[in-house]
């Protein structure tokens, strides 16, 4: 891969160290998170142009806390610390941290003292600003070098600089949306201050990937299961412009797809692209094996099973095949080695096929594990896939398995994708389809009486969902406007046959998760 300039950021266990990734790359800048146990391996390898201090649960001030590694401030690089970043930074550069009286969480004011570098063309000094802050320890003495450049109500040390050396710290979040100004701070560090050029683009991208993969592969052969989704479409294209007809790619109809779902992915797909597609129809298979299931979780673990059978078998009917092609993302590897992770419950277990290399043997081909879904998005334009694939909400791997709580039947499968048609088509209708991040219709294994054409009638709920989210990691409801949602319900009770009454989930994520199962 040609060497891109590059920030590392160091990661101390923030709940929004992604968010700073994000800056990061919208101001063109190729960047990685490593926790800050394995940060110094990770500056070794990527020589990055600067480095970013983000903001974690514990306190510097407590014995065995987190530190940067030495070597950073060794190197002299570029250093911007956020939040707790700026806490151990004034720590380990000899200032002092003290656990506070004065929490502020939330909005605060902050008035600028001085101009830096990082307020560059963003913030005069002499004006006051809305930043968010979320912390109880500040400091309480700078560091030799230092100035302070601006401060808030209860953190008089709310940014501060060293511009002889480059290192700049502050104790707000300049990542979150909350923080208006705080992306064009980012963008400062890391152009006039690290002096990062901004060569991370789509097509740039695009060209390194396909000689990689080419590296990678050989002449073997990959299988790649399509959903649909824009991370498989967009894998399966990638890959296909880098080896062709080595790649086979495998949709396998489950029985639990919407409304005309299969036709469409595999139409859509054929009629673009010159792919081998296996159209697999194992609804027979994965209907018959969830007969009776009614727990969430045996059911997520029935699918994932089968996909695997499903799989080895295809893979077989090719003559075999060395390599699996997923469409891991940025988030998922994060995730994955979270410094934060700990001894952490199972809240659900997500269907992937990632038990699948394991047990077929095969050697994993993620062409996009270093991206966020947003750029994935911007990755399938960029390969010229046509919106109706890069625009699509996200769709689980179990389908509408999981909006069935309860057992599955062939009946409440057809009475599900008549609801959940009528409502995607009253959003896209209204205009909401790209505003709204997921929406679905769930069915309810609740019966309730009604009346209609002055009989009476027994049939089930449907509750309806709509969220805003940027990663599915945390979501809101979507606050509809009443009009629209009792032009949806009525629809909805007047066109399918075995409902009688909606309702809409105004939970958000935490507490709820996104699906009901
Ligand atoms: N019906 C299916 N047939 C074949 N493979 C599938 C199917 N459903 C899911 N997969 C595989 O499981 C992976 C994970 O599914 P997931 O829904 O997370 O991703 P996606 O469908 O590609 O994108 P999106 O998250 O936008 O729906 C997919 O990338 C795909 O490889
Ligand atoms: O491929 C998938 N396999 C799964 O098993 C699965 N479960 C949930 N989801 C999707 O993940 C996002 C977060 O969902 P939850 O808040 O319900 O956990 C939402 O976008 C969900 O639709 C899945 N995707
Ligand atoms: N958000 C943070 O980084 C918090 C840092 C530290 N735990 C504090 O409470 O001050
Ligand atoms: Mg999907």
């Known amino acids: 891969m040609t060497q891109h300039d590059s920030i590392l950021?160091?990661?101390?266990?923030?709940?929004?160290?992604?968010?700073?990734?994000?800056?990061?790359r919208e101001a063109g800048v190729y960047c990685e998170i490593h926790p800050f146990q394995s940060a110094e391996a990770a500056y070794r390898k990527m020589k990055p142009k600067g480095v970013i201090l983000s903001g974690g649960p514990a306190s510097v001030t407590e014995d065995f806390s987190p530190r940067a590694p030495q070597l950073i401030f060794d190197e002299k690089l570029p250093i911007f610390g956020i939040c707790y970043g700026e806490q151990t930074m004034a720590e380990q550069l000899g200032g002092k941290v003290e656990a506070g009286h004065h929490r502020e969480?939330?909005?605060?004011?902050?008035?600028?003292?001085?101009?830096?570098?990082?307020?560059?063309?963003?913030?005069?000094?002499?004006?006051?600003?809305?930043?968010?802050?979320?912390?109880?320890?500040r400091v309480t003495r700078l560091p030799e070098g230092f100035e302070v450049v601006a401060t808030s109500d209860n953190a008089p040390y709310a940014a501060i600089a060293d511009e002889s050396r480059n290192y700049y710290a502050v104790q707000f979040h300049p990542e979150v949306v909350h923080t208006p100004d705080g992306a064009k701070l980012i963008q400062n560090f890391v152009h006039k201050i690290a002096g990062a050029k901004s060569d991370w683009t789509m097509s740039a991208y695009r060209q390194e990937m396909i000689a990689k993969i080419r590296a990678q592969v050989g002449?073997?052969?990959?299988?790649?299961?399509?959903?649909?989704?824009?991370?498989?479409?967009?894998?399966?294209?990638?890959?296909?412009?880098?080896i062709g007809d080595q790649l086979t790619c495998v949709f396998v109809d489950h029985g639990l797809m919407r409304q005309n779902e299969a036709t469409e992915v595999v139409d859509l797909f054929r009629g673009h692209y010159n792919i081998p597609l296996v159209h697999v129809d194992a609804s027979d298979l994965f209907l018959g094996q969830l007969a009776g299931v009614t727990d969430p979780e045996?059911?997520?673990?029935?699918?994932?099973?089968?996909?695997?059978?499903?799989?080895?078998?295809?893979?077989?009917?090719?003559?075999?095949a060395e390599f699996l092609a997923q469409g891991t993302l940025y988030p998922d590897v994060i995730e994955s080695v979270s410094f934060t992770g700990g001894p952490s419950v199972t809240i659900k277990s997500h269907h992937n096929v990632g038990g699948l290399p394991e047990r077929m043997n095969m050697k994993l081909v993620e062409p996009l594990r270093e991206l966020f879904k947003d750029e994935v998005r911007a990755l399938g334009r960029e390969l010229g896939l046509p919106d109706s694939f890069v625009g699509r909400h996200p769709f689980p791997g179990p389908g509408l398995a999981i909006r069935i709580p309860g057992e599955i039947t062939r009946e409440k499968l057809d009475i599900l994708r008549k609801a959940d048609a009528i409502y995607l088509d009253e959003i896209r209708k209204a205009g909401l389809y790209d505003i709204i991040w997921q929406a679905f219709a769930v069915l309810l294994p609740v019966r309730t009486v009604g009346v209609m054409g002055d009989g009476r009638t027994y049939d089930h709920v449907c509750a309806l969902r709509a969220v805003t989210s940027v990663d599915g990691m945390t979501a809101d409801f979507y606050p509809f406007d009443m009009n629209f949602l009792g032009r949806a319900a009525t629809r909805i009770i007047n066109e399918v046959r075995g409902i009688n009454r909606v309702v809409y989930d105004v939970t958000s994520k935490p507490p709820g998760t996104i699906e009901w199962e």
Do not use: N, Y
């Open 9 to 24: 950021i160091i990661d101390f266990g923030s709940q929004v160290t992604q968010l700073i990734a994000r800056r990061v």
């Open 105 to 137: 969480f939330g909005r605060a004011f902050l008035e600028v003292q001085k101009p830096t570098k990082l307020f560059d063309g963003v913030w005069e000094p002499g004006t006051r600003h809305q930043v968010w802050m979320s912390h109880g320890d």
């Open 219 to 242: 002449r073997g052969k990959v299988i790649c299961g399509l959903s649909g989704g824009v991370d498989s479409s967009v894998a399966a294209v990638l890959i296909h412009e880098a």
């Open 298 to 320: 045996t059911k997520r673990k029935t699918i994932g099973r089968l996909f695997i059978e499903v799989f080895e078998k295809e893979a077989k009917a090719i003559g075999g």
